[in-house]
Nanobody, 128 residues
Framework: EVQLVESGGGLVQPGGSLRLSCAAS????????MSWVRQAPGKGREWVAG????????TYIDSVKGRFTISRDNAKNTLYLQMNSLKPDDTAVYYC?????????????????????WGQGTQVTVSS
């Protein structure tokens, strides 16, 4: 059974930092592209960042470039998202998501429908 369990969310002041983790199990983590997706209150899901299986292709949406860093540890089956210089607009539930097809990907899909498993999400609230 595929399981993705996010942790690390919380309440932080603007300008602060958080590190999200996603523990994966039930599949061969090392061969799948993984992404972080967020959903702000009253809005749809928004793809945020993705990393391919070998960590040599990484993509971000423009609004988080230079502030967020996605990484993975294939030995630990864990995906990370380091978030710095947080803004109120970053407030959302953050989900990790598994891409539906295995293997090395030259480009990271930003199409949410192409991800087949999701975690339960972790809440990130940026507020003073």
């Amino acid at each position: 059974e595929v399981q993705l369990v996010e942790s690390g969310g919380g309440l932080v002041q603007p300008g602060g930092s958080l590190r999200l983790s996603c523990a994966a199990s039930g599949f061969t983590f090392s061969v799948y592209t993984m992404s972080w997706v967020r959903q702000a209150p009253g809005k749809g899901r928004e793809w945020v960042a993705g990393i391919n299986s070998g960590s040599n292709r990484i993509t971000y949406i423009d609004s988080v470039k230079g502030r967020f860093t996605i990484s993975r540890d294939n030995a630990k089956n864990t995906l990370y998202l380091q978030m710095n210089s947080l803004k109120p607009d970053d407030t959302a539930v953050y989900y990790c998501a598994k891409y539906s097809s295995p293997g090395w990907q030259a480009t990271i899909s930003q199409i949410i429908g192409e991800y087949d498993y999701w975690g339960q999400g972790t809440q990130v609230t940026v507020s003073s």
